[in-house]
């Protein structure tokens, strides 16, 4: 069973309608939670972290919130250029100490001009 | 921040055959991490490289078939063993750096015939 689970898998938009994608988690002890952007070809670029219920981080046209159980990548106005998957993980703390991510499978985002 | 790169960036490979792909960060850091994000999946994460011992790795996957070296802080490789079809994927090298943000190459995309 999937620890951490993204939705949509796919979300098309027209350039300027906000949306929102979502993660959701099982996990107990969270340690952080991460999204991530990933262009084609590319590795997965770093956007935000957020560690506890309430929090929020802002980076241009995107915000991530956090709840008990899930976290929202909220696009506003989006343009083509936000086109890209977008991943999220949580961490958790695993065997021997080390905290080790897990990572969705990640939303596919498509803005469209 | 960290900056990442990874060689090769892609290749073609013939069944049986290995290849070892290079990881180079641009600070000393003291975790690093190995992925493999297959079509359609997440991140998996195949094991994390430790400066001076044996690297860890994740449950499915063993040193015989990813063997990873760590000889200093700013460098690793991790080879792909007698490779086959399946291990058709993209290679990930990552980093974490302080505060626990957490950041990934490129990626080696790597094609088995």
């Known amino acids: 069973e999937d620890q951490v689970t993204q939705s949509p898998e796919a979300l098309r938009l027209q350039e300027g309608e906000s949306s929102s994608l979502n993660c959701s988690y099982t996990?107990?002890?969270?340690?952080?939670l991460f999204w991530y952007r990933q262009d084609p070809g590319k590795g997965p670029e770093f956007l935000f972290t957020?560690?506890?219920a309430g929090e929020e981080k802002e980076k241009e046209r995107l915000k991530a919130t956090l709840t008990k159980k899930e976290s929202f990548l909220h696009i506003t106005a989006p343009k083509p250029e936000d086109s890209a998957t977008y991943l999220c993980?949580?961490?958790?703390?695993?065997?021997?100490?080390?905290?080790?991510?897990?990572f969705g499978r990640g939303t596919s985002l498509i803005v469209h001009p | 921040s960290a900056v990442i790169s990874q060689k090769p960036s892609r290749d073609i490979c013939q069944r049986g055959t290995s290849l070892t792909i290079q990881c180079q960060v641009d600070s000393q850091v003291t975790m690093m991490f190995w992925y493999r994000q297959q079509p359609g999946q997440s991140l998996t994460l195949i094991a994390t490289a430790n400066q001076g011992s044996e690297a860890t790795y994740e449950s499915g996957f063993v040193i015989d078939k990813f063997p990873i070296s760590r000889p200093n802080l700013t460098f690793s490789t991790l080879t792909v063993s007698n490779m086959s079809p399946e291990d058709s994927s993209i290679y990930l090298c990552s980093v974490r750096t302080a505060p626990n943000e957490q950041f990934f190459g490129p990626g080696t995309r790597l094609t088995v015939l």
């Open positions: 996990v107990s002890g969270l340690r952080g």
């Open positions: 993980a949580v961490r958790m703390h695993a065997s021997g100490g080390s905290y080790i991510p897990t």
């Open positions: 957020l560690y506890s």
